[in-house]
């Protein structure tokens, strides 16, 4: 019975040694909040009129504020560096990786309001109402179209890294992350 009694006040002691040491250090918390907002959301708080792309399955919303495109069933914008899609213009938007941005949407020219300035702009019902069949009109066209602005996006590329080798950049690129 010796030996448990031993054990049991070592015990004791050491608990309570334990918890004096525990009580003796200032108690120690942490709390972090990090809160990733993002860029502003994209708000299209109206049905916008849309301007389709001659020969192309490619739309835009002609307001100069923001590049919304339409390709696919989606809706896509660009914003910086990063891309965003939705299914209806109003949103929900979310992030998407750039490479899963369509060609035919990033092959659009940098200037494409002010060659395409004059085209039809079409109310959002019209054009919701027509959309696949005018889509399927231009399915051959659109192929034509997607090859021709590859050449043209890859000869500007090229472009721009020659002026940034030379010290020129930004010149004239717009606002888009393409």
């Known amino acids: 019975m010796g030996n448990s009694r031993r054990v049991w006040w070592c015990l004791l002691a050491g608990a309570m040694i334990a918890s004096a040491w525990g009580f003796s250090e200032p108690a120690r918390a942490e709390v ?13 708080s109206q049905p916008p009129e849309v301007v389709m792309i001659p020969q192309s399955q490619v739309h835009f919303v002609p307001d100069p504020n923001i590049d919304v495109f339409f390709y ?6 660009p914003r910086g560096e990063r891309w965003y899609r939705a299914r209806a213009y109003n949103g929900p938007w979310g992030v998407i990786e750039r490479r899963r941005v369509p060609r035919a949407v990033l092959y659009v020219p940098r200037d494409y309001r002010a060659r395409w300035e004059r085209e039809r702009h079409v109310p959002y019902g019209q054009w919701k109402k027509d959309r696949v069949r005018w889509d399927k009109e231009n399915r051959k066209a659109h192929k034509q179209w ?16 020659k002026d940034d080798m ?7 690129y717009g606002k888009q992350g393409r």
Request: proline letters at 7%; aromatic letters at 10%; a neutral charge.
């Open 32 to 44: 972090s909040v990090s809160i990733n907002l993002g860029p502003p959301p994209i708000i299209v």
């Open 72 to 77: 696919g069933g989606f809706w896509w914008s």
């Open 166 to 172: 030379h010290g020129d950049r930004g010149r004239g």
């Open 146 to 161: 997607e090859r021709e602005r590859e050449m043209e996006w890859k000869r500007g590329e090229q472009e721009h890294r």
